[in-house]
């Protein structure tokens, strides 16, 4: 697999850490992966997203990591949401910046998963959505979703405690193509215990190039 990169992007609130993981040979497009909820301690060495980002890679895409404000080696405060889509954001400048001409891929998981979905169903740069463990419940009126177009995955867990396959299921049959669910069984929030199945789904998606919808 190829090589990694550690460095800094220029954010809203300053630097914001970031890792880029590289395919073996040209990136056929390069994503973007967003950590769970800062508050509840997350970051993005979770093993969500780095298999998340390892799946991506294996199909050819550069992965892109970054910690929001407030995390690990980043700048800035949390800030509940508000000033994390801006992170993203600025994130999606830096791959931009890096792989002018590439589609681009945008995802997370759980808080990073609603974080990815706010800036990225209105933003021209995200070909592609993936939302990971999305914590429905937790979200309020969602509504803002179901205008989106854009080729969209959706893994959950079975029973995950914040919008497990009922609702998931639910949320999902209400909006409109291309868009893809997969219930992982037996999975809880974090995908313990399966996330094999978690990172084979993501790389299946990929494999498949979905941005070429968009």
């Known amino acids: 697999m190829g090589a990694n990169e550690s460095f800094f992007i220029d954010g809203p609130a300053g630097r914001l850490e970031a890792l880029l993981m590289l395919p073996d040979g040209p990136p056929v497009a390069a994503a973007l992966v967003c950590h769970a909820d800062p508050a509840q301690g997350g970051v993005m060495h979770f093993k969500v ?3 998340a980002a390892k799946a991506l890679q294996s199909q050819g895409l550069a992965a892109l ?4 404000r407030g995390v690990g080696l980043s700048d800035g405060a949390y800030d509940e ?10 994130a999606l ?9 590439l589609p681009a891929v945008l995802g997370g998981f759980s808080f990073g998963a ?9 933003d021209p740069r995200a070909g592609a959505l993936f939302a990971l463990g999305l914590p429905l419940l937790r979200m309020g009126d969602v509504r803002w979703v179901e205008d989106c177009r854009k080729p969209r995955l959706f893994v959950q867990g079975e029973f995950d405690p914040f919008g497990g396959a009922v609702a998931i299921e ?15 069984p037996g999975a809880d929030h974090f995908f313990d215990g399966r996330l094999d199945a978690l990172q084979d789904t993501v ?12």
């Open 203 to 214: 790389a299946n998606w990929a494999a498949e190039r979905p941005w070429e919808a968009s």
């Open 49 to 51: 997203v780095f298999r």
């Open 93 to 101: 400048a830096e791959l931009e910046r890096r792989f002018p001409g």
């Open 65 to 68: 990591r970054f910690n929001f």
């Open 81 to 90: 949401g508000r000033g994390e889509q801006d992170d993203v954001r600025a």
């Open 114 to 122: 609603s974080m990815a979905l706010h800036a990225g169903v209105s």
């Open 170 to 184: 639910a949320f999902v049959a209400r909006l409109p193509e291309p868009r893809r669910l997969v219930v992982i």
